[in-house]
Structure formats: C-alpha cells, structure tokens
Nanobody, 123 residues
C-alpha cells in the first residue's frame, strides 16, 4: 500500500510563507494534488498537477498565492504557499490518483492520501 508523508506545516502569522513537501517514494500517479480540511468543513482541493504534462490546476482561493510542483526524480510533491491568511488554517493532505478526478480537485475512491500536515495561520 502506498503511503505518502507530508511535512513543512507549522504555525505562522498572516502574510508569512510556507512550503509543504510530500514524500511520494517516487510513486507517481496520473494526478497529484494537495487537499485541505478545516474543522467543521468539508475537504477541499487546493492544487493539482498532471504528472505526465505538468499541467496545473488551482482552487480560486489558491490562485496567485500557492504554487504546486512535482519533482519525480526526487519523488516529491511540493506546495509553496505565500501571503498566508487565517482562512488557510487547515490540515493539508497530499493526494494521488490514477484517474482524472484529482486533477479537477475532486477526490475519488481510488485516491491515495498522506497523513496530513497542520498549517495554522494567526492574525
């Protein structure tokens, strides 16, 4: 069973930057992505990348502030987050899927997940 491991989360003040990393153990599927979930809210897609072409997709709230990247040689998926806001506070999860839903920032039954890394942004 594939297990991804996220790192890089932490507690920061609004306006700060963080880079999240996901060790994929060089296990790359069609669509790789970051999702997040806040307490009391549904999980939502943040950004995705199609491994074969590098094509990316971002949630509206992430556009202009977040950047997803995939280094297949290193077996790592990254999420660079800038100008963080308190609303960005959430558990962030690395995800991978052989299908297409994750590229569209939607989870599927076939999606593999990491354990998550917590990001907390204070005023």
């Amino acid at each position: 069973q594939v297990k991804f491991q996220e790192s890089g989360g932490g507690s920061v003040q609004a306006g700060a930057s963080l880079t999240l990393s996901c060790d994929t153990h060089r296990y790359t599927l069609n669509c790789m992505a970051w999702f997040r979930q806040s307490p009391g809210k549904e999980r939502e897609g943040v950004a995705s990348v199609r491994s074969s072409t590098g094509a990316t997709s971002y949630a509206e709230f992430a556009k202009g502030r977040f950047t997803i990247s995939l280094d297949q040689d290193k077996g790592a998926l990254y999420l660079r987050m800038e100008n963080l806001k308190p609303d960005d506070t959430a558990m962030y999860y690395c995800a991978a899927d052989p299908g297409w839903k994750v590229c569209g920032l939607r989870a599927a039954a076939s999606t593999y997940w990491g354990q998550g890394t917590q990001v907390t942004v204070s005023e």
